[in-house]
């Protein structure tokens, strides 16, 4: 294709998925158009949070919050723009500025027509006045500004706006508008994170998005009871705002330690992992370590989203006892490049040339998927040899890593001074002894008290089972 025949083309393909979404749902509403409002029929977040406090303060912050003014998007989106000739401006601002796109001040992608209300990301009063979908993927939303707020409760009563029950913000659907990505113009899935969902246990035990995410509950559904607003009755269960990922690296930018802490909590109970070594070993002898991860906590696949952005990688370090190390792979060299790891979990897509690119705009086909599904095990082997000369015992640390980004794409889009933190999601240590040793005198660490949950985790856990079941969904 040439450049305008490619441009034309993605326009239209874009405008197709608009109207018509990319699942089929009943009732579905035709998604709102570019230009349809303007910005002013939208309200400022500020008036939200005199009523609803604790809601604005958990949403501060997150990503939701930072999804346009993210400088990791921006130089993204910039770079897409350029290498499309704008063709993709309007598809990739409909998630990460909605308002800017319904009220057309977007593009020019360069923010220059923007105003501050289309700045904020995905927020309030885009959420709440979403009034019905098209269906899932490439974010079909159809919104009606004003002063219906839409949203779960069938019997809420407020003073200064009219409320409305929509059953869509209770299911995953309402969330897989936008987290689920199809490239416009080959129909490649670039996120999946809606349809991995749609086809785990998950979907088919009702456990949607909005229990992992919106509350604290992490991996399942935990009520917190509450009010709302000020003067809004108590109820059982108010929904948090502070929906996190695993992003790490952007909100300590806006000041958001706090949701990067969460996001932390969030990735560590996420997995479980299992280490197999031998108990001894001799010298001269080929050792074999397996470590097993499942994918415990997550509903959709690990890493998910822009997953040819995020790394997850095993770390598996064996040192003797006067420190010397005998077997690495995975940990980081000075520049924070990754080396030898055994695999790294994300997904790889290639270009038209069948190049490997993280440009997921230019993507046609995935080269590899390595991620892990929900509920899935993977086991990883290792092996070496044992050198002659080593100072027993021997540590084998085994450490789950992620990242939001290589430090080199950052290094190279935001200036070499951003350190993209790396987060360890979970972590083993086991003792390889001289053969010589008395079986007795073999003792290895203990586990970690949160991978194996003990008695009283366990009835807690049971109690809450039972709590959940009570008050689940209405
Ligand atoms: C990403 C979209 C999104 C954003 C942004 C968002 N909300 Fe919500 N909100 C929801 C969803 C979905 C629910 C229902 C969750 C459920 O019941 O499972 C909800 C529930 C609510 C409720 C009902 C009470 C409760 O917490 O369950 C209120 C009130 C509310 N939101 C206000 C706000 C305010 C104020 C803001 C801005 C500070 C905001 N929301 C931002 C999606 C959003
Ligand atoms: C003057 C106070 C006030 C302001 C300002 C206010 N709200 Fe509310 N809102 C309430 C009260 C009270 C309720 C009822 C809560 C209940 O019944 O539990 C409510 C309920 C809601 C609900 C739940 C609707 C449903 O049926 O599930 C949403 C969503 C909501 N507000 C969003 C917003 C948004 C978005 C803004 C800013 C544009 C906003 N509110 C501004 C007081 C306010
Ligand atoms: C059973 C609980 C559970 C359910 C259901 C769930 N999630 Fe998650 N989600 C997690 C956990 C735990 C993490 C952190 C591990 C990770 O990054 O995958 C996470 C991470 C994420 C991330 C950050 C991903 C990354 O790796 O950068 C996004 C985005 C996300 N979830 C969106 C969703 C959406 C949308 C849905 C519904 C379609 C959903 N989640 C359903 C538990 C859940
Ligand atoms: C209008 C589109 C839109 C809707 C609707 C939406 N999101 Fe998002 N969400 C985004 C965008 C865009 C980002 C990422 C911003 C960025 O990384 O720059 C995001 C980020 C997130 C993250 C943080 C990911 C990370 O890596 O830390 C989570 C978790 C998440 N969304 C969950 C949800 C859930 C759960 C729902 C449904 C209740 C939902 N979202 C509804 C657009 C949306
Ligand atoms: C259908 C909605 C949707 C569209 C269209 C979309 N995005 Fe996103 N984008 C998201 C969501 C949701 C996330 C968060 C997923 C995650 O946490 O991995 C995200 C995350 C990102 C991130 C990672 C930001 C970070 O801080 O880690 C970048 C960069 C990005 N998008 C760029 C783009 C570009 C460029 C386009 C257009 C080519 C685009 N997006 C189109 C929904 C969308």
């Known amino acids: 294709m040439s450049g305008s025949n490619l441009k034309v083309g993605l326009v239209l393909a874009a405008l197709l998925m608009l109207f018509f979404g990319t699942g ?7 998604a709102t158009q570019a230009g349809e409002y303007s910005s002013d029929d939208f309200t400022y977040e500020s008036r939200c949070r005199q009523c609803h406090a604790i809601i604005y303060a958990d949403w501060e912050g997150t990503m939701h919050f930072n999804a346009y003014l993210d400088p990791f998007y921006l130089e993204e989106v910039r770079i897409a723009s350029e290498d499309t000739d704008g063709a ?25 027509g923007m105003s501050d209300i289309a700045k904020l990301g995905v927020q309030c009063d885009f959420c709440h006045v979403v009034s019905g979908s098209n269906g899932t993927g490439n974010a079909p939303f159809t919104v009606t500004p004003g ?51 749609k086809e785990s246990q998950y979907a088919e035990d009702e456990v949607v998005c909005q229990d992992c995410h919106m509350t604290e509950g992490i991996t399942e559904f935990e009520a917190n009871p509450g009010r709302a607003g000020s003067g809004a009755p108590k109820r059982d269960h108010i929904s948090s705002h502070d929906i996190v990922g695993a992003n790490t690296l952007i909100p300590p930018m806006f000041g958001a330690d706090n949701v990067a802490e969460m996001a932390v909590e969030r990735l560590q109970k996420a997995t479980t992992m299992e280490v197999s070594a031998p ?55 000075a520049d924070g490049n990754i080396i030898g790891a055994n695999i790294l979990y994300n997904n790889i897509l290639a270009d038209s040339e069948g190049d490997e690119t993280k440009s997921f705009w230019l993507a046609e086909s995935v080269l590899e998927d390595n991620r892990i599904g929900p509920k899935e095990t993977v086991t990883e082997q290792h092996s070496f040899i044992l050198p002659e000369n080593v100072a027993y015992p ?55 008290s949160t991978s194996t949950p003990g008695f009283g985790a366990l009835t807690a856990a049971m109690v809450l089972g039972i709590t959940m079941y009570i008050l689940k969904r209405k």
């Not at 500025?97 to 001040?105: F, Q, R």
């Not at 839409?150 to 029950?165: C, I, K, L, Q, T």
């Not at 001799?282 to 499942?294: A, H, K």
């Not at 997953?307 to 598996?316: G, T």
């Open 279 to 333: 108990d001894v070993a001799p010298t001269g002898d080929e050792v074999l370590i397996d470590v097993s991860i499942t994918n415990s906590g997550a509903g959709h696949k690990i890493p998910t989203g822009v997953s040819e952005i995020r790394e997850m990688w095993l770390e598996l370090t064996v040192t003797d006892a006067n420190g010397e190390s005998i077997y690495n792979a995975g940990s980081l060299d």
């Open 24 to 30: 089929i749902i009943a009732n579905a509403t035709p």
């Open 394 to 448: 021997l540590t084998v640390q085994s450490t789950l890593k992620y990242r939001s980004a290589p430090q080199d794409m950052i290094d190279h889009l935001l200036g070499e001074e951003t350190d993209v933190p790396v987060v360890d999601m979970n972590e083993i240590s086991m003792i390889i002894y001289d053969p010589s040793t008395p079986a007795d005198e073999r003792k290895q660490p203990e586990p970690d």
């Open 88 to 112: 993709l401006d309007e598809f990739c601002s409909r998630c990460h500025t909605p308002i800017g796109v319904v009220s057309a001040e977007i593009p020019p992608i360069d923010g220059s």
């Open 147 to 197: 002063d219906t707020k839409w949203g779960p409760f069938d019997d809420a009563r407020g003073n200064y706006h009219e409320s409305e029950y929509l059953e869509l913000y209770t299911q995953s659907e309402y969330c897989g508008m936008c987290h689920q990505v199809i490239n416009p113009v080959n129909g490649l899935v670039i996120d999946d994170t809606y349809s991995a969902w």
